[in-house]
């Protein structure tokens, strides 16, 4: 029995001990458990202590000094934690590329790939540990410096939809409270709403004030204060629009509530893009790591942790865990996200009621629930996202002594910042530019 748990579908793994659920929702929160415990390893990877074991690996610093065919001489130790989480993030990148390509076009559990999608736990992590190891015999050469731009890309794109799924989050927040308030004609639904608004607004505002005094200077520091400014208009515009009459007609759900908390999320890149700039003097937090003593001796020894990516690292947790379990009821975020619209679980759900039983049943007997493949190219992205955000964007410079912050983090964060804005303003303008199609 335990031997066909490991190798069965998800129903199984549930033993009987946790509530009835959907045969999709487990699925997805086990890919999502992969995703996160090569999370955990690539963390544990780049704590200092594990950092200098890692040399110990057969072959891992090897030819780590050379660059576009010419040798040099580095002390590969320098970045060991570097390479190490770049190795693991291409290790989950494929696993998912390779089940996303595995599940194109699957329309229902009846199709046999199903089967591998809901199952066969324990082989798939035998494959991923296997992907793993082979990862981590990758020679350098330029391996580094592409896959750096593949998950600058990945990034930017898992930024997006981190953004997305805020608007879904602050759309169904915002309905569920506004319901409620009509259902029990209580005016504390509306005071909460806007004692909420009003939190995220001033954290904004705060935000902003805090960066003007951190992350610039009075002479200098111009990209900065543009930057800074140009997110801090935007905001205020997407705020004004989303409580303009006619948007309100259109949407009556529309609000502050979503406009504050994309605000709120919009400053958060815009501190995690500045932390990323490379002038010292406009940056506090920029980390520097050498590879030589002498050099370290001028250079204050510091940790690849600062509060921009612990920041990011828990959005990351919390996205992906809403990626894995969501149901919206929101049509333009459905069409985005390729999934369908919540509703009951349907008979399945029925006969594990009746039944009494601890199980998870198929609610993807007509049609899946969830697109297999664009589910498994978000948990891609999520992993060059984590890959990117726990090494801090930094890159090794090209006498490969320092690991040092490119202007193209910067500015990859800002665009992808900026593109947020804009799809968040299409949601709310979309029912006046589209009028023959439905939006409610």
Known sequence: LQASCLCGSAPCLLCGCCPSAKNSTISRLLFTFFLFLGTLVSIIMIIPGVEKELYKLPGFCEGSGSVLGVQTHVDCGSFLGHKAVYRMGFAMAAFFFLFALLMVCVRSSKDPR??????????????????????????????????????????????????VLLIDFAHSWSQLWLRNANESNAKGWYAALCIVTFVFYAASIAAVVLLYVYYTKPEGCTEGKVLISINLILCLIISAVSILPKIQDAQPHSGLLQASLITLYTIYVTWSALANVPTPTCNPTLLVRNSTVSAMATQPVTTWWDAPSIVGLIIFILCTLFISVRSSDHPQVNKLMLTEESAAGGAGEAAAMESGLHRAYDNEQDSVSYNYTFFHLCLLLAALYIMMTLTNWYRPDESLQVLTSPWTAVWVKICSSWAGLLLYLWTLVAPLVLPDRDFS
């Open 114 to 163: 199903a089967a591998v999608q809901n199952g066969f736990w324990f082989f798939k992590f035998l494959v991923l540990v296997g992907i793993t190891v082979g990862a981590f015999y990758i020679p350098d050469g330029a391996f580094t410096s592409v896959w750096f731009y593949f998950g600058v890309v990945g990034s930017f794109l898992f930024i997006l939809i981190q953004l």
